[in-house]
Every structure is written in C-alpha cells, then in structure tokens.
C-alpha cells in the first residue's frame, strides 16, 4: 500500500534520512529552525511503518512532558494522519499504528517511569537539558533487546551537559554519525530574519543558536577560532598512544593551583596529544609517579621557568626535587604571555587531539577567555585567571618548547671542492 506524507524533505534532512539508517547511534548538532524535530518525527513514522519486528516501540523524548507535546505532538498527528487505521492517544500522547508499531512522546522529567520497557528506537530533542542517567541508566538496556537506535538532537547549551559529553564521544567513535549544520552554511533561514536574530539576541548567544557554537555563552574566548579548524578537520578525535614513538610531556606547575600535564607524541612533525592529567595539592613525587604509572617510554619533559624557584622546606628548586624523581626537565624561554598564545595559535592546527582521554584539556581551550569590560565596551588584555588558565598554560609551555624535528639532508656534500681558483 502506498502511503503519501505531507512532507517533502529539504535536501539536509533527505541526506539525514538516508545516513541516520546506517548508523545506529547519531548526535545531530543542528541550528534552530533546521527542522530536526520534523526531520526526526519523520525519520521514526517511516522506520515504525517499515519495521517488521513484533509490537515495534519508539520514543520521541524531550526535557519535560510538556514541551514534547507543545514541540511535537501537533506535527506528529499532521504527518501520521495520512496512514490509514493509525490512533492517537492524548493523554499518552500515543500513536499506533495498524502494524501494530507505535510511537510514544514522553517527558525526560520522570524517567523513572520508563524503566522496563523496550525500544526499537528513540530520538532525544534538545538533548542538553536531559539528565545522564537517563542515557545511562534507561535507555541503554531499553534498546540493547532490539539493537534500537538513539539519536541525540539539539543546539549547545554551553560545555557542562551530557550533550557535550557525547559530541566529545561521537568525534572519536566511529559507531557514530555526527552531523553539525550551521545557519550560515545551510542557508535555511533567510539572512533577513538571521540580521535580525543576531541584533535581538547579540553574537553570544546567537553564535550558539545558530551557529552550533558551544562557546556561543564565552565572549572574548581565545581560541575559538582555532578549534574550529580542528574539529571542521577532524582533528578532535581518535589518536591512540603509538608505542613506535617516544611521549613528550609539558607541564604547568602548581602547589595550590592545579598541575596540568599535557602527554603527547611528536609523529612526522605532527603532534598527538595523547593524554592529559590534572590534580591540585600534590607534592612532585605524586605527579612523578603518574608518570611512571603510564604505559608510556618518555621522550623530553617541559616546564616552565618558575621550575628554577626554590621549596621553601627544602631549600631545593623544584627542578631539582624532580630530578631526585627521575625527571629531567628542560626549561623553556620565559616568554611574553602574548606571544605564549601566539604560539598556541601557531602550533594547534598541528595538533591531533584525543577526546576520549583529553576532554579537560579541550573544555579549557574552549573556555579559556578574556574578559568583556561593559562600561568601556573592550575586552582586558590579559585572560581571565580560572579553572581553564592550567592547560591553556601547559599548552603555552608545550607551544613554546615543542623542538621541531632536525632534518637531516641525507645527499649533503661531504667535503669541499678545493680545486676552486679565483685567478
Ligand atoms: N521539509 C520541510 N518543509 C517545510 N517546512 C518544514 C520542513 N521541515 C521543517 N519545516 C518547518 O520549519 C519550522 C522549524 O522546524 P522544526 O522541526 O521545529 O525545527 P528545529 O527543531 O530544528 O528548530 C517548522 O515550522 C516546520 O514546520
Ligand atoms: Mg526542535
């Protein structure tokens, strides 16, 4: 029987229709207005029609019961409608179909209630506000009986929500398509109402609304730029330790304030950062023995110039004591912070990052900013001294010490031509 849905894919969400069917996990990263929750409620009505299992379940969650109805159940009956013999339910905001399929709109704010079931398939929207234990606890057993699949939907909502979590997660996994579509690529919505989008809401908040920014809500952050090259060229990924080669370690060091040690790999001239690692309180022998902990066969250790002070207990410099440890460091020019950043700058499209194991390291890249002064309308020149300041100035260390690999010309000429005469 054929059956005619008042809906004709626009060419992104035809392209979604035909991915997401090979893959069994998904985070779709999508500007407002994109049409995801359309696309979505789609996607499920033809997969619960085409599903030839027995009483095939669905779920559509969003954050609260509420917004599920008021975001999807009036585009769900206009586009079930259609399939003849299909019920709806309003109170459960249910609708099943003859094949005995159905699909469930539910609320991510009682939970609880969904333990026990079975799905062969659901789609998270506005996935930022939904509680982890919800993935974790509930729907991961809910889909492991059919295999079903979980597509995690959304725009970011700052860097502190499982949806970010799982963007790091779908980066490096190769079980899952991640998709991203920014307004200002997709072209969906007319650049009158985006002029106006951004006049309303200031670049902040609309950089993460419509341009899928996760640092949308840090203004004067200083690396953004540059993380977005990385990640539009997939080098926010999946970069094993590769036992070939010798691991590098930079370190920024602190008694009250974190020790940030950034692990990486120096590969044909490009950098894999491999590991990271960050405590607070400790004395060296602590972060020595993390060290000596990791599976890995060290190549250089870089810290920065206050390593030459002096422990006031021991009357050692810090270099010292790690010496006493096993780690010989070498020291890196004390530079301007300025150009401690440039160098950052200069040195990241370079670098491979592995989310899996760096995720701090990358949150305080993002994060890491300067501060916006309202009254004067400029930004102050030196960062802001936060949680974020102990990596960016490991990778400060890192940028400024890296030793870029000496090539050696194998044809180079051995002995001079001595039959030159000048007269
Ligand atoms: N393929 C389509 N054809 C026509 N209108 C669409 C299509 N997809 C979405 N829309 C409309 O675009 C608007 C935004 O869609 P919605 O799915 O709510 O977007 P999002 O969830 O990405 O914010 C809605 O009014 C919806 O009806
Ligand atoms: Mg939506």
Redesign the pocket.
Known sequence: MKITIP????VQ?NFLHQTLRKHRYALLL??????????CLNHIIREALLNKNHNPRYAYIAPTYKQAKS?AWD?LKHYASKVPGVKFNETELRCDFPNKSRITLLGAENFENLRGNYYDGCVI?ETSLIPASLIEEVLTPALSDRKGFMYL?GTPQGMNNIFYEYYLKAQGDKNWLLYTAKASETKIVDQEELDQALSLMGSAKYNQEFECSWIGNVPGSIYNDELEVLEDNKRLTSVPFDPAYPVHTSFDIGYNDDTAIIFFQDIRSQIHIIDCFADHNQPFPYYAEILKQKPYSYGYHLAPHDIEVSEYSSGKTRREVAYQHGIKFRVVPKTLLDDGIHAVKMILPRCKINVDTCKPLVDALRHYHRKYIEKDRIFKTKPVHDWSSHFCDSMRVLATGFEEPKYQNANRQRTAISEYKII
């Open positions: 809906y004709k894919p626009r969400q999508c500007h407002r207005r994109f049409g995801k929750t359309t696309m975001i585009f929207d939907v």
